[in-house]
Structures are given as C-alpha cells and as structure tokens.
C-alpha cells in the first residue's frame, strides 16, 4: 500500500493511495498554544501558592483537561474526565500508606550508629528497596487511573490485571537490573513493555506486543559503556574526599580534630563529565531504536502503528529544555547576589527579607522549571508524536464498544506524595 505523505506532521489522516474511500491511516493532530498554556501555568502557580499548596490537584486537573483535549484523531479529541476531588482523596489515602512507612524509616534510621559504614549501607539499600516498592504500586494506580480518565470517540480506556502480579512482575524485572549495573536493560524494558501494554485496553479492545530486544544490543551497550566510564572517572576523581568525609564520625567520637580535607582528582573527574553528552547522544539513538521497534510491535486488533523518531529531536528537545533550565538557575543566582548586596546596602541588619529571601528565590526558580517541563518539554514531545506516530487501519477503531468495567473512584495520590514515577 502506497501512502501520500502530503499532510503527515500535521494531524491529517492519511489516505491508502486509490482507494477513494475512508483514510486508512492517521496521524495525531496536536493544537495546543504554548502562550494559553503558560497562562494557566502562572495562575495556576499562583493559587497553589496562595493555598499553601491546596490547589494542586485542581491544578493538575486544569492542565490535562487543556492537554488532553489539544490532541484529535480523524478530528475526534480525547478528553480527560478526571476530578480534582477524585486526586485529592487519593493523596489523603496514600498518606495512610506512607506516614506510617516514612515514620519507621525515620525510626530505624536514628538507631543505626552512624560511624558503622556497613550498617549505614544495608538500611540506606532497606530504604531505596522500601521506595521502589511504594514506587511501583504508585505507577499501578496512576496508570489505571489516567487510563480510565483517558476518553476518544466516547470510549473509554483502561488497565486490567491485579496489583499483586503488576508489582511481582515489576520488581522480579528490577531486581535483575541491579547485579548487571542494568546491562540487561534492553530485554528488561521489551518484558515490561509487553506486559503493560497487554493489560490496557480501549473499549472491549485490547493492546498486544511483541516486543523484543533484538536489534538493541550494540546500541545499548554504547551508552552502557560511556555512562559506566564517566560515572567510573568521576567517582575514583573524588574518592579521596569520600574517604575523607567517611572518616569524620570516628575522629568527631575521638574527640580529635579532622585531617584536612584533600583535593579531588580534577583530570579523570573532567573526563567523565566530558563523556557525559557522549553518552546522552548514545542513548538517544538507542532510545529512538527502542521506540520505533517497540511500537512497530504493538496492535490495537487490527489496527497498527509505526514510530519512526529521529533520535536527533528526541535529543534537542531536553537539551532545550536543559538551557532554558540553567538559564533560570543562574537568573536565581543573579538575584540571590543582589538581594545579599541590597541587606549589605541597608546596613546588614537582619530583617524579614534575610529570613524569607533565599526561600522565595528557591521557590520562584522550581516553579519556573516546573513551568518550562510543561510548556517547553511536554508540548515538545507531544508534537514528536503528532509528527512521528502513524496509526494504520484506523477505520477498525469504529467497531470498538465500551466495555463497561468500573473505574477507580480516587486518584493516583501514591504517585502525586512521592513524586514523579515514570508516569
């Protein structure tokens, strides 16, 4: 089959050439404007600060109702049907969970000595196990939620499989990953590929994939490679300040005052910094390798989709985002010196504004990152998609129905107390 690709990038369907009937093949249509968006993001910041944080969940709300409803199929647009009560209730649950967990590990952290290296490793290795786990049930109900929230053509999508068996599979995955300082990564992500996409459905349709890690080895093992060299360099550059910092409880109980601190190792340190964007290039080309073999691999019945990405625009957009982001760490800086400068021009007397100044500064520059994962990285790579994703045989999408399961009534508050989960 011959396709036109007249129109591809822009959201068009795209047409089996001589057909004369309905398009065969779609792209996404993305229409969102950055300005709008960053409107809502500023008065969205602004509530959320006035309440002292309250307001997030509406918030959040706000932004994927906008988001959702810039992208379209055929002209169609998904639409997010999620509550702002529904997230807060889910956060107020998962607090349940994790003040209890928190305040344990807080408990077994203040008995373990702190001059006894191996005892600090084992509960600092309890602690991450601990997260990870909380993670990735956290992932389970964000997953279900937003997929059953997730709305195109009046049908619904959503998640099967029980809890229990997506954390057992999860983990036993992971775990694998430690040993081989994630070598096995490509085979590792084509397991869990496939079996979360197996468990979403859309309708009474579901995913399948057969995804595998064919193809990915050498690519892989680059930026293994140049990732495992930098991080080597960089740590053997700073090992003697480790080692010195590890020795300060023993002479503080001694009583003696601590050697002083050596100087790090400058030269292999600057050499795993410098390998650093070698190995981001890397892992572009084999993430856009992973992409386009992973989603050549995954139906929907019969419908099917391609992702050829250049790996090059999977690259610039962090990057961009990257600058933008030191661009906003170094204006904080800026006005951090000026603030200093102007308590120093009033006679260095400490007021309200030394107290709160450097907090504000801090909260100003993570709310301007924040803004620019949003209206700059997000935008960004939901028109990679609109540009890149081909769904072929869209018309057998009109034989979907609404499978009628019930949803989760809360939201995926696990994820929203601890953070960003791979979402």
């Known amino acids: 089959m011959t396709i036109s690709q007249e129109n591809w990038g822009q959201g068009e369907p795209v047409h089996a050439a001589g057909d004369g009937g309905e398009p065969r093949s ?13 409107a809502l993001a500023l008065k969205n910041l602004f509530f959320t600060i006035l309440t002292i944080g ?23 647009p998904l639409a997010y049907t999620g509550r702002a009560k529904e997230l807060f209730v889910g956060f107020l649950l998962a607090l349940v969970i994790l003040l209890p967990a928190f305040g344990l590990i807080g408990l077994v952290g203040a008995l373990v000595p702190p001059t006894s290296v191996g005892a600090q490793m084992l509960f600092q290795g309890g602690v991450f196990l601990v997260l990870g786990v909380l993670g990735v049930m956290a992932l389970y109900f964000a997953r279900r939620y937003l997929l059953t929230r997730t709305v195109w053509r009046g049908i619904h999508a959503g998640q099967a499989g029980t809890l229990g068996r997506f954390m057992a599979i999860h983990i036993g995955y992971y775990l694998l990953l430690v ?13 869990l590929y496939n079996y979360r996409t197996g468990i979403t459905f859309y309708g009474t349709q579901s995913f399948t994939a057969a995804a595998s890690s064919r193809g990915l080895w050498l690519r892989w093992l680059i930026c293994w490679a140049l990732a495992l060299l930098a991080y080597a ?4 550059g700073y090992w003697p300040v480790m080692e010195w910092a590890k020795s300060l409880p023993e002479w ?37 390798a992973r992409l386009a ?31 933008i982001m030191v661009g906003i760490v170094i204006v ?12 120093a021009a009033a006679g260095g007397t400490p007021g309200l504004l030394s107290a709160i100044g450097p907090f504000i500064i801090i909260l100003l520059a993570f709310a301007g990152i924040s803004i620019v994962n949003l209206v700059w990285t997000t935008v960004a790579y939901m028109k990679l998609v609109a540009r890149y ?35």
């Open 179 to 191: 040993p081989t300082l994630g070598l096995l990564n490509p085979w590792v992500q084509a397991r």
């Open 293 to 323: 073999r992973f989603t050549a691999a995954t139906q929907l019945g019969d419908i099917r989709f391609s992702f050829p990405v250049s790996p090059w625009r999977l690259l610039l957009i962090p990057l961009v985002a990257g600058l």
């Open 54 to 76: 309250f307001y997030r969940f509406w918030a959040r709300t706000h932004v994927r109702r906008r988001l959702w409803g810039s992208v379209s199929i055929q002209g169609q």
């Open 332 to 343: 904080a800086g800026l006005l951090g010196v000026l603030t200093g400068f102007g308590i």
């Open 26 to 38: 779609a792209r996404l249509a993305v229409a969102v404007s950055r300005g709008a968006l960053l």
């Open 252 to 288: 503080q109980v001694a009583g003696l005052p601590p050697p002083q601190q050596p100087t790090p190792l400058f030269l292999p340190m600057g050499l795993g910094i410098a390998l650093l964007p070698l190995a981001a290039i890397a892992y572009a080309f084999y993430n856009a």
């Open 233 to 236: 360099l960089f740590f053997y």
């Open 389 to 423: 994703l081909l769904i072929d045989n869209i018309q057998a999408a009109e034989d979907i129905l609404n499978r009628g399961m019930p949803a989760p009534r809360r939201g995926e508050g696990l994820a929203d107390a601890l953070g960003d989960v791979g979402i």
